[in-house]
Nanobody, 123 residues
Framework: QVQLVESGGGLVQAGGSLRLSCAASGRTSRDVALGWFRQPPGKEREFVSTVSWSGGSTVYADSVKGRFTISREIASNTVYLQMNSLRPQDTAVYYC????????????????WGQGTQVTVSS
């Protein structure tokens, strides 16, 4: 079992920044990738970014490339999502998730999910 707890969401104006954190505990190991997904109101959950256990491999959705940065702190088993130049269309509930494997971009590959944190970007 892997437990995930997100924090850092909130309300921000367009163009602003937020940093999300996700603390992982339980059976985390070298073959566990951590990722961020989001679910806008009335829409499907979508991939945002993922990072390998070592932090050496990352993948981003096209919609966030150049604006969001994912990072992983191995000592504390925490993954971060730095979100800059936020847009109203980034408004969503953001979820942290864990998957077995080096890297994973599909929500169907993820077995463990956090409770989600709301990000609202006003225009």
């Amino acid at each position: 079992q892997v437990q995930l707890v997100e924090s850092g969401g909130g309300l921000v104006q367009a163009g602003g920044s937020l940093r999300l954190s996700c603390a992982a505990s339980g059976r985390t190991s070298r073959d566990v990738a951590l990722g961020w997904f989001r679910q806008p109101p009335g829409k499907e959950r979508e991939f945002v970014s993922t990072v390998s256990w070592s932090g050496g491999s990352t993948v981003y959705a096209d919609s966030v490339k150049g604006r969001f940065t994912i990072s992983r702190e191995i000592a504390s088993n925490t993954v971060y999502l730095q979100m800059n130049s936020l847009r109203p269309q980034d408004t969503a509930v953001y979820y942290c998730a864990a998957a077995k494997g080096l890297i994973a971009t599909s929500k169907y590959e993820y077995d463990y999910w956090g409770q989600g944190t709301q990000v609202t970007v006003s225009s």
